[in-house]
């Protein structure tokens, strides 16, 4: 009889310990993200724009998987890493969580229009999602950058 509580406790403690490697967390602009942290530990590139602002990651300990969505000034313009080329939509990985935050666009669906500019970073380490506002008056634009 004493087995079985024992059994449950100990997966709980299993299930409990897997959760808190997948953490999330959320900043105002580029400047709370690197006060916190979150640049310097990689959580966040180094290479947003200074504009950046509404911050969403989450990341997982264990595995280095993360996701990241951010809005920044599109007058400012989004550089592209040098290690990130434009793929098609099909090229794209998918992201390693579930975040009811995240846009049900990225990675895109088989066929229709898509939103984004994608590209693939670091031989398929990383994948950006950029939105594609190019002759359109946006008052912001918006990325998605995830480590499958």
């Known amino acids: 009889m004493l087995l079985r509580p024992l059994g449950v406790a100990a997966a709980l403690v299993v299930t409990c310990t897997a959760c808190a490697e997948q953490q999330e967390a959320s900043y105002a602009d580029l400047a709370a993200a690197d006060r916190a942290g ?7 590139p180094d290479w947003l724009p ?23 000034d599109p007058s400012g313009q989004l550089t592209v890493p040098n290690n990130c080329s434009q793929v ?42 950029v939105s594609a506002t190019e002759g359109e008056a946006y008052s912001e634009g918006e990325a998605y950058y995830w480590r499958p």
Request: aromatic share 12%.
């Open 50 to 72: 200074k504009s950046a602002r509404g911050l969403r990651e989450v990341h997982n300990l264990d595995t280095n998987q993360s996701v990241l969505a951010f809005r920044y």
């Open 38 to 44: 979150a640049i310097q530990r990689g959580w966040i």
């Open 88 to 129: 098609l939509p099909s090229e794209v990985a998918p992201i390693p969580f579930a975040m009811s935050w995240w846009p049900s666009d990225v990675p895109p669906s088989k066929g229709g229009a898509h939103r984004h500019a994608f590209f693939m970073c670091g031989r398929a380490h990383a994948f950006l999602a």
